[in-house]
């Protein structure tokens, strides 16, 4: 999908990964997961010294311990689906701060470095003539992750004297390391010099899964609003056709798809990650509808085929449909992903295990109808085994209600693809990877935009990546389904995006498009919609009754001293960010506070709706207290 840029295109695109470098460096700063004597790195895909660990000159280690050795907590039997291994490197000589553990996978990932790419790392601002390994280390750890490492608190004798006493002794350390099923084998290697001067010392040898064809990741979505159906989608190493077993004995058989490095986009001059170093084999992803469903029901179900395995025996409920009285759902964005031991990764997004708990502790209630994830998904950016990663923690979320999504700049952006924005956010993506694992009921390939009614609720979800100019293909779309929305039926319209029409956020790179407010916002108003959520800015903020700049209504406090929204008497949109769905928060200016702006919270959490034919109910829920830190209501009369 990649093409060459004009000199005009080029400078800009430079300029923005620039920019967009020392944003990322600086949020970055602020993670609680990376180790504080990691320096974050000014470039554009720099999150932490790890990430660009591949862009390093690979030394030769001195005199490495003879002794040296490293097992796997696995008693020699093949890894399982998911596994916490202890990793212990044992036979080191002189302790050191330097020493690190990586794991990668495949196993054959070369640690002799890749001199003839010296050209395919430009993204990570690294300009070292060569790269460490051929294929990217998934995560690592220092060894001092073991307190007693330096003290070399456990010891081992390798030589005595004769008269019995120690000549050698040599120290360990025991790291954990949170391995799931990524179908391709894994390997730990030792490494001295640190993130910076990395020289390998010691392999572990190749661990392979015990089944790497096993059905992972289910995770539903729906097809339309009936509600009679839904998609079932999941991962495995066997693209031979599988099915879903529901209800009282129905079946759907699948179809697996997948995708290769041949399929991610790239330019000449800035080879994407996707293409080369980050790669890792998807295998199939299978998809299946179940039909012949009630709306608002129980099912049970479980996937895979006899040769492959089968999932756990689950339960989902659909959605309520398009017409009936309530919905209730959730819905956050910038969501991403968190290591669940003490390594460090590419690229963290540290409230993100917060967000899914809080969630699954929501659902527990019986209250969720439903769950929006609007942009920035996994945060893979060309990682591909990330993507992994993601969907094993949104798995008890996902396998549960449906779980729609809208596209952002981390999965589709990048230079000559046809995104709006040239950065190359996506690490390559370019949203294939994305619409491989999420299948949304969107226009066609690449057009990721759709709409569906749940309840009283018309959501119409578009990409704020693809172009929304006026007379564009998905404007023109926009117009055509909001002018079509049945209100009698579904009272209110939500409309969903990633990148916002308003925001109190500064920082280098705006978070604001004008050229974007100035073509969409016009509908917004023409068409009456009641809500609109975005993502994007990675925090809880919400406006008045709001356009162009200007409030156009005030709510009042209801007897309960909730913000009510008349919308009986229309007068514009309400605007809320909910991007504080993971990734490091963002602040707010203290100064020169807009009129529109009439709360603002920086704090990892999600938004719960539940809207009837008359009242919608908005809260923003802390994720990690359960709290809800504000809240507001929009009522209208019956119709």
Request: hydrophobic residues 35%; neutral net charge.
């Amino acid at each position: 999908m990649g093409s060459a840029l004009g000199s005009g295109s080029m400078a800009r695109l430079l300029l923005l990964v620039l920019l967009g470098g020392v944003c990322a460096a600086v949020a970055a700063s602020s993670s609680p997961l990376l180790p504080a004597a990691e320096t974050m790195r000014v470039s554009y895909a720099g999150k932490s010294e790890f990430r660009t660990v591949n862009r390093k000159p690979l030394g030769t280690c001195l005199d490495p311990s003879p002794y040296l050795a490293i097992s796997v907590s696995t008693g020699g039997a093949p890894l399982p689906d998911e596994a916490f291994l202890n990793v212990t490197v044992s036979g080191v000589l002189r302790p050191d701060r330097s020493h690190w553990v990586a794991m990668i996978t495949p196993s054959n990932s070369s640690v002799s470095g890749c001199p003839l790419n010296g050209l395919n790392y430009i993204e990570t601002g690294d300009l070292a003539s060569l790269p460490l390994l051929c294929h990217y280390p998934v995560k690592a750890q220092y060894l001092t992750s073991d307190t007693g490492y330096l003290g070399c608190k456990k010891s081992a004798c390798q030589k005595r004297r004769a008269s019995g006493t120690c000549k050698v002794r040599t120290c360990a350390a025991t790291l954990a390391f949170h391995v799931i099923n990524f179908r391709t084998d894994v390997e730990f290697v030792l490494f001295s010099g640190g993130f910076g001067t990395p020289c390998v010392l010691k392999r572990s040898g190749a661990l392979p899964f015990a089944n790497p064809a096993k059905p992972l990741h289910g995770h539903l979505s729906s097809i339309d609003s009936k509600a009679t159906s839904m998609r079932l989608t999941w991962v495995s190493g066997d693209g031979k056709p599988q099915q879903v077993q529901y209800g009282s004995g129905k079946t759907a058989a699948s179809v697996a798809t997948t995708f290769t490095h041949k399929d991610m986009c790239s330019i000449a001059v800035l080879p994407s990650p996707a293409k080369d170093f980050g790669w890792h084999d998807p295998g199939y992803i299978h998809s299946a509808v179940m039909t012949g469903l009630q709306p608002s029901q129980s099912y049970t179900y479980r996937y895979g085929s006899d040769s492959a395995g089968w999932s756990d025996t689950l339960k989902f409920r659909t959605p309520p449909a398009a017409g009936s009285g309530e919905l209730s759902f959730v819905i956050f964005g910038d969501m991403g992903k968190a290591p669940l031991d003490p390594s460090v990764e590419h690229y963290i997004q540290p409230g993100s295990t917060s967000v899914a708990k809080a969630v699954a502790t929501e659902m527990k209630t019986g209250k969720v109808d439903s769950i929006f994830h609007i942009g920035d998904i996994s945060y893979a950016t060309g990682f591909l085994v990330e993507w992994d990663f993601f969907l094993h923690l949104i798995t008890p979320l996902a396998s549960q209600v449906s779980y729609m999504t809208a596209i952002g700049n981390h999965e589709r952006d990048y230079a000559g693809s046809g995104s709006v924005y040239p950065t190359p956010d996506s690490g390559g993506e370019c949203g294939v990877a994305y619409e491989s694992y999420f299948p949304m009921p969107a226009s066609g390939k690449d057009k990721p935009w759709y709409s569906i009614e749940q309840g009283s609720v018309h959501f119409i979800v578009m990409s704020t990546e693809h172009e929304w100019s006026e007379k564009s293909e998905q404007y023109n779309w926009m117009v055509e389904d909001l002018s079509s929305v049945d209100r009698s039926r579904t009272p209110w319209v939500i409309f969903i995006g990633h990148r916002p029409m308003y925001s109190s956020n500064s920082g280098i790179l705006p978070s604001v498009d004008p050229n974007f407010v100035a073509s969409v916002e016009p509908l917004l108003l023409n068409y009456k919609v009641d809500l609109v959520l975005f993502g994007h800015v990675h925090n809880y903020e919400r406006t008045c009754a709001v356009y162009q700049g200007k409030c156009k209504g005030m709510p009042k406090k209801d007897a309960k001293g909730i913000d009510t929204y008349d919308n009986s008497k229309y007068t514009g949109p309400v605007h809320a960010i909910v991007g504080a769905g993971g990734f490091s928060l963002d602040s707010f200016p203290k100064i020169n506070r807009a009129s529109w702006s009439l709360s603002r919270i920086s704090e990892y959490g999600y938004a719960r709706v539940h809207a009837t034919k008359t009242d919608m109910l908005v809260q923003f829920v802390n994720s990690n207290t359960t709290a809800v830190q504000d809240q507001f209501r929009i009522v209208k009369g019956a119709t």
